[in-house]
C-alpha cells in the first residue's frame, strides 16, 4: 500500500512555464515533507521540505504549497529551465521516528 | 567528506548466488537505510538502523539482511539472489529528526543490480 500518493507520473513543460507536482496522504502521523530531485545515474537530493505548521514555503523558483486539512502538498517550479528535467519524488516522514515514505516519482521533462 | 559512499557501482549476479552491498558515511549520522529503486514503484525501504547495534525492517525486508556494527557502516546482503531483486539500491543516511530543521537523506550514487 503506497502511504505517498504522487502524481502525474511524468511532466512536459516548456521553458519558462510552472510545473505543478502533487502528493497526497492519509497517515496523520506524517509531520515532515520533502522534496527530492533525482537525474540520471545519481542517487535522489533533498531539494526542499515542509512541515505542517505552515502552509507555503519557497527556496528561490521551488515552492511548496501544504493543506493539512486535505492532506496534500505539491511541489511548484516556477520559471522552468531545462536544467530542471529530473525525477522528482516527494516524501514523509513520521512523527514517530526516522523512515521516509516516497511517493512513486514524477519524470519532468523542460523544453527549450 | 565523501558523504555516503556505495559500492558497487554495478553487479551481475546468477540466481542462488549472495553478495553484499557495502555502505559507508563520514557524516556521524545516526540513521541509515536501504532503499530499492524500481520503475513505477519510486523508492521502497527494505531495512534502516537508528544505530549501531540496531535494525529494523522496512516495506520489503524478505530476501535481505543488515547489520549494523559500526556507526559509519550499513552493509546489506543478499541471502540468495533472485530476478525479482534486479534493482538499483540506494543506502541513505540522516541525523536523527530531533538535530535540525531541515533534516533529510543523503544519498549515495547507487547500486544497479541485475540477477541472471
Known amino acids: ?3 505517498v500518493k504522487q502524481s502525474p507520473q511524468s511532466l512536459i513543460v516548456q521553458k519558462g512555464g510552472i510545473s505543478i507536482i502533487n502528493c497526497a496522504y492519509e497517515n496523520t502521523a506524517f509531520d515532515y515533507f520533502p522534496w527530492y530531485q533525482q537525474f540520471p545515474g545519481k542517487g535522489p537530493a533533498l531539494l526542499i521540505a515542509i512541515r505542517p505548521d505552515v502552509s507555503e514555503k519557497k527556496e ?6 501544504f493543506n493539512k486539512s486535505a492532506k496534500q502538498f505539491s511541489l511548484h517550479i516556477m520559471d522552468s529551465q531545462p536544467g530542471d528535467s529530473a525525477t522528482y519524488f516527494c516524501a514523509a516522514s513520521p512523527n514517530t521516528g526516522n523512515q521516509f515514505y516516497f511517493g512513486t516519482g514524477t519524470s519532468l521533462t523542460v523544453i527549450p | 567528506n565523501a558523504g555516503v559512499t556505495q ?3 554495478f553487479q ?3 540466481t542462488g548466488q549472495s553478495m553484499t552491498l557495502q555502505c559507508a558515511q563520514d557524516m556521524n549520522h545516526e540513521y ?3 532503499y530499492r529503486q524500481d520503475p513505477g514503484m519510486g523508492l521502497r525501504l527494505i531495512h534502516y538502523s ?10 520489503v525486508p524478505n530476501g535481505y539482511n543488515v547489520s549494523r556494527s559500526t556507526t559509519e557502516d550499513f552493509p546489506l546482503r543478499l541471502l540468495s539472489a533472485a530476478p525479482s531483486q534486479t534493482s538499483v539500491y540506494f543506502c541513505a543516511s540522516s541525523l536523527t529528526r530531533d538535530r535540525g ?3 533529510g537523506y543523503t544519498f549515495g ?6 540477477v541472471v
Not at chain 1, 60 to 65: A, D, E, H, L, P
Open chain 1, 60 to 65: 528561490g523558483r521551488f515552492t511548496i504549497s
Open chain 2, 109 to 114: 550514487s547507487g547500486t544497479r543490480l541485475t
Open chain 1, 1 to 3: 500500500q503506497q502511504q
Open chain 2, 32 to 34: 541509515m537505510s536501504w
Open chain 2, 12 to 14: 551481475v549476479l546468477k
Open chain 2, 50 to 59: 537508528v544505530g549501531a547495534g540496531i535494525t529494523d525492517q522496512g516495506e
Open chain 2, 101 to 103: 530543521e531541515n533534516y
Open chain 2, 7 to 9: 559500492t558497487p557501482k
